[in-house]
């Protein structure tokens, strides 16, 4: 399976069309990144008032005035409160942690929800700085949360909401990073404006210059007897060999670079997606 870069529905990879946004896969696929990021914020919003109505049918965003409480944390239309914490507005967020992880054994379903944003610290005269804060949601820990299916669908539509708002700062976050730097950091990595990619032992894991489309997977899933789950935080680099899932998919093979995209997963599968494409992560 493949994630579609219009719309990140997961779809089959073979298909030259994607079944959700109707998007084809051809030469339009060479459009610029932003015309591909834009494309998927406002299909984004598409595909759950249209491809998922029936299914979230009895879900709906939270107001201005009416909230979602989920653990600790009030979510609002466009910002939301940390109880004994704060408040916080979406536009003051410049990355996001998230993973929906829903794993099914013996016919039993387990939802577990990862969230957390990421916010400039602010001086005492009010003034941004360039320091990071990172703050995690729905508990004070940073770590995965069992909730039920109405808790589980209700915090996915809330991240969609939050990724929206948030989209222009989240890819902001990594064009400066890259004009700064000429590489920006991921989760213990250095991607390198020339496609090179170092792990924080300043070690060479991956060379996104020499691969094609062919060679990646921006998704995986496993299944057994009883058991199944789909990961589409999973970034793979293919070595050509079989891919294999053991132990319910805790070791696998197949791949020589893995990373679990669950900071931005929309913004790095796109970036990603672009550098292989154009050689550029943003044009």
Same mark, same amino acid.
């Given at each position: 399976?493949?994630?579609?870069?219009?719309?990140?529905?997961?779809?089959?990879?073979?298909?030259?069309?994607?079944r959700y946004? %109707? =998007?084809?896969?051809?030469?339009?696929?060479?459009?610029?990144?932003?015309?591909?990021?834009?494309?998927?914020?406002?299909?984004?919003?598409?595909?759950?008032?249209?491809?998922? =109505?029936?299914?979230?049918?009895?879900?709906?965003?939270p107001?201005?005035? =009416?909230?979602?409480?989920?653990?600790?944390? $009030?979510?609002?239309?466009?910002?939301?409160?940390?109880?004994?914490?704060?408040?916080?507005?979406?536009?003051?967020?410049?990355?996001?942690?998230?993973?929906? =992880?829903?794993?099914?054994?013996?016919?039993?379903?387990?939802?577990?929800?990862f969230f957390?944003?990421?916010?400039?610290?602010?001086?005492?005269?009010?003034?941004?700085?360039?320091?990071?804060?990172?703050?995690?949601?729905?508990?004070?820990?940073?770590? +995965?949360h069992?909730?039920?299916?109405?808790a589980?669908?209700?915090?996915?539509?809330? $991240?969609?909401?939050?990724?929206?708002?948030?989209?222009?700062?989240?890819?902001?976050?990594?064009?400066?990073?890259?004009?700064? #730097? %000429?590489?920006?950091?991921y989760?213990?990595?250095?991607?390198?404006?020339?496609?090179?990619v $170092?792990?924080? #032992?300043?070690?060479?894991?991956?060379?996104?210059?020499?691969?094609?489309?062919?060679d990646?997977? +921006?998704?995986?899933?496993?299944?057994?007897? #009883?058991?199944?789950?789909?990961?589409?935080?999973?970034?793979?680099?293919?070595?050509?060999?079989? %891919?294999?899932?053991?132990? +319910?998919?805790? +070791? %696998?093979?197949?791949?020589?670079f893995?990373?679990?995209t669950?900071?931005?997963?929309?913004?790095?599968?796109?970036?990603?997606?672009?550098?292989?494409?154009?050689?550029k $992560?943003?044009?």
């Amino acid at each position: 399976m493949k994630k579609c870069p219009y719309c990140a529905e997961l779809i089959n990879d073979e298909a030259i069309k994607c079944r959700y946004c %109707q =998007e084809r896969f051809d030469d339009s696929m060479n459009k610029s990144l932003l015309n591909i990021l834009n494309s998927s914020k406002d299909k984004l919003l598409k595909k759950y008032s249209e491809y998922k =109505e029936n299914k979230m049918s009895h879900l709906v965003l939270p107001t201005d005035e =009416e909230y979602w409480l989920i653990g600790d944390t $009030y979510f609002f239309l466009n910002d939301l409160s940390i109880k004994n914490v704060g408040e916080l507005k979406y536009d003051e967020i410049i990355s996001v942690y998230f993973k929906a =992880e829903s794993t099914t054994r013996n016919f039993i379903t387990d939802r577990n929800i990862f969230f957390g944003v990421v916010i400039y610290a602010i001086d005492e005269q009010d003034n941004k700085t360039s320091e990071i804060i990172e703050v995690p949601l729905i508990s004070r820990k940073f770590e +995965f949360h069992k909730l039920d299916k109405k808790a589980f669908e209700t915090v996915i539509l809330i $991240y969609h909401n939050i990724a929206k708002i948030t989209f222009k700062n989240r890819l902001n976050f990594y064009n400066k990073q890259l004009l700064d #730097k %000429q590489y920006f950091a991921y989760l213990g990595f250095r991607f390198q404006v020339d496609g090179k990619v $170092y792990n924080n #032992k300043n070690k060479l894991v991956a060379d996104l210059s020499t691969i094609s489309l062919d060679d990646v997977s +921006f998704s995986s899933e496993w299944s057994g007897l #009883k058991s199944s789950q789909e990961n589409p935080y999973e970034f793979k680099i293919l070595n050509g060999l079989p %891919q294999v899932n053991i132990l +319910f998919g805790l +070791f %696998q093979s197949g791949h020589s670079f893995k990373l679990d995209t669950i900071q931005d997963n929309d913004i790095i599968n796109l970036i990603i997606y672009n550098f292989i494409i154009n050689k550029k $992560y943003i044009e």
